[in-house]
């Protein structure tokens, strides 16, 4: 009875492993009981998502319910609540409000919210993700996920929470093929912000082991991030190890300003750059030379540097609304100038033990990030 459950489990596993490729994010607003995100917040949002969807059209990845791959270990998603900040752990096995759960095979869920926390010294957004389990080791799961999803050579994002701050204004004109207007609103661009944030969710923290395996000391010494730098180790920032350091403008491949800086200026917007992206290739993810799919966004011209980001559109604002993605309007950009702006922070824990009970193995483990821009 029990073999042939095993090898049920087993059939199960691989079937598991057939996957189809293409990465989807989904943004999740079942926290937002602020309601921050309006119809133009919402949309920005996802198109900042489809910079990353529509070159990650070749990835793929499985799913991380324990149960699914003959295990009882108890496997969660460690997140914040992005309205509240509380602590959340959010189980593969049980879906939001919304309908989405985390873990799912191909899927990125990121919980959106916002939560005021004021404008001196703050963050403009911070993203947390990681993960904790507990249990006993009876299945695969375990080694799916050390070998596979969070080993030294590939991290598959595991999805997260993303919370704005809303003390701030943020420049959000849903018109994502004309830039100019992002670069003297006097604010922070919010599609950049979400930009950058997603890139923490995808996995720019040193909270993973394929992260780690391409750091030395504060540089980057991954292939794909030295080929989009002059073939030189690319500086990263001593204090977070999670964005980049002080860069040569001259090494950049991209002749653009990288996403991952510790820095998102006023008057500034910056889509994911051939640099941002590299990092994402030495972490394990097959992305595509282009944007794949509907685009409808095209090429921001870095008005310092003369290189090129993609700012990839899926569809137009009135089309998004018009297919039933929107709900009603609502959301504003106040014309109020902020003050220049400064990023601090990135508080990141991670701990861990290993114990024997049962003569099984049991194992308890928990890692997280918390990053901010
Ligand atoms: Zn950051």
Redesign the pocket.
């Known amino acids: 009875m029990l073999k042939s459950a095993t090898q049920f489990i087993i059939l199960t596993t691989a079937l598991c492993k057939i996957t189809t490729g293409a990465i989807s994010i989904v943004l999740d607003y079942s926290y937002d009981t602020g309601s921050y995100f309006s119809d133009e917040r919402k949309y920005i949002a996802e198109q900042a998502a489809y910079a990353f969807e529509s070159r990650l059209q070749s990835e793929s990845f499985g799913h991380l319910d324990p149960a699914q791959y003959g295990s009882s270990l108890n496997f969660y998603v460690s997140t914040k609540n992005p309205t509240s900040m509380a602590n959340l752990q959010m189980n593969p096995a049980n879906a939001t409000s919304d309908g989405n759960k985390f873990g799912d095979e191909n899927k990125i869920v990121i919980l959106m919210g916002a939560k005021s926390v004021g404008t001196t010294n703050q963050y403009l957004a911070v993203?947390n993700s990681g993960f904790g389990y507990s249990g006993v080791n009876d299945g695969t799961f375990l080694n799916y996920w050390q070998n596979t999803r969070n080993s030294t050579s590939n991290f598959d994002s595991v999805g997260g929470s993303i919370s704005f701050n809303s003390s701030y204004t943020f420049y959000d004109d849903t018109d994502l093929t004309t830039h100019t207007d992002a670069t003297t609103s006097g604010l922070p661009d919010f599609y950049s912000v979400m930009v950058?944030?997603i890139?923490?969710i995808m996995g720019?923290s040193n909270v993973w082991d394929a992260w780690n395996n391409n750091l030395s000391g504060n540089n980057w010494t991954g292939t794909n991030g030295k080929a989009a730098y002059s073939n030189q180790n690319v500086p990263m920032d001593a204090a977070?190890k999670?964005?980049f350091g002080t860069l040569n403008t001259s090494h950049i491949g991209c002749a653009c300003h990288p996403s991952?800086n510790?820095t998102s200026p006023n008057n500034t917007r910056r889509g994911f750059s051939e640099l941002d992206f590299a990092l994402l290739k030495d972490i394990g993810y097959n992305v595509s030379s282009s944007p794949q799919g509907t685009n409808i966004g095209g090429t921001y011209e870095d008005p310092s540097l003369g290189g090129n980001f993609f700012i990839p559109v899926e569809q137009s604002y009135s089309a998004w609304l018009s297919g039933g993605s929107g709900g009603g309007g609502g959301g504003s950009a106040s014309a109020a100038p902020e003050p220049a702006v400064v990023?601090p922070l990135?508080g990141i824990a991670t701990f861990g033990i290993l114990y024997m009970r049962n003569r099984k193995t049991a194992k308890d483990s928990e890692a997280s990030l918390s990053?901010?821009?």
């Open positions: 993203a950058h944030e890139g923490h720019f977070s999670s964005h991952m510790t990023f990135l990053e901010s821009v």
